[in-house]
Antibody, heavy 120, light 110 residues
């Protein structure tokens, strides 16, 4: 069965960096776009970024552009999010999500999330 | 880009039908047939309920249906059940090749 397991969250000071990972299993990783979606405490969902199956196509939300970098390692069935220059407003539960087959715009499987807290 | 607009809350009694609206612009909802809907129970990950306006993934009850007219999409839940009580989010692909979510709607089953 499809499994997405995020890791790497934690407490970091404003201006700091963190790298999130998502281990995927139960499907052919190289067939799918992958995304990061976040949810601030008590708030709604916010799309962060997606990456194509090959890694050649990448898009970011304006709120993270220039600070976050998405990447993937298809040999290790893994997705990453490098987060730099972190701000308090980046505090959220970060979900790894698989896009539907042949799509990039909807997410049919989600992990349980990893919590990132940005605070001094 | 601003979030898609959803009502903050809706409610209905068991067995009734409710509709949640999701309003965007001609650059997102109105530009494509790429609206999806997610259900999220407290403390849980979101679950895909509808994709591409009106398609249900395998395993989703046919009590859930989606539609779209212009810049507004809608999710209808018929035969409300207690387990439908949750937060619901719409999302859409945009002309900027990004994805945007709605602010979410809390559904209360009375």
């Amino acid at each position: 069965q499809v499994q997405l397991v995020e890791s790497g969250g934690g407490l970091v000071k404003p201006g700091g960096s963190l790298r999130l990972s998502c281990a995927a299993s139960g499907f052919t990783f190289t067939d799918y776009y992958m995304s990061w979606v976040r949810q601030a405490p008590g708030k709604g969902l916010e799309w962060v970024s997606y990456i194509s199956a090959s890694g050649n196509t990448i898009y970011y939300a304006d709120s993270v552009k220039g600070r976050f970098t998405i990447s993937r390692d298809n040999a290790r069935n893994s997705l990453f999010l490098q987060m730099n220059s972190l701000r308090a407003e980046d505090t959220a539960l970060y979900y790894c999500a698989r896009a539907g087959i042949a799509s990039r715009h909807y997410f049919d499987y989600w992990g349980h999330g990893t919590l990132v807290t940005v605070s001094s | 880009q601003s979030a898609l607009t959803q009502p903050a809350s809706v409610s209905g009694s068991p067995g009734q039908s409710i509709t949640i609206s999701c309003t965007g612009t001609s650059s997102d909802v109105g530009a494509f047939n790429y609206v999806s809907w997610y259900q999220q129970h407290p403390g849980k990950a979101p679950r895909l309920m509808i994709f591409d306006v009106s398609n249900r993934p395998s395993g989703v009850s046919n009590r859930f249906s989606g539609s779209q007219s212009g810049n507004t999409a809608s999710l209808t839940i018929s035969g409300l059940q207690a387990e439908d009580e949750a937060n619901y989010y719409c999302s859409s692909y945009t002309s900027g090749s990004t994805v945007i979510f709605g602010g979410g709607t809390k559904l209360t089953v009375l």
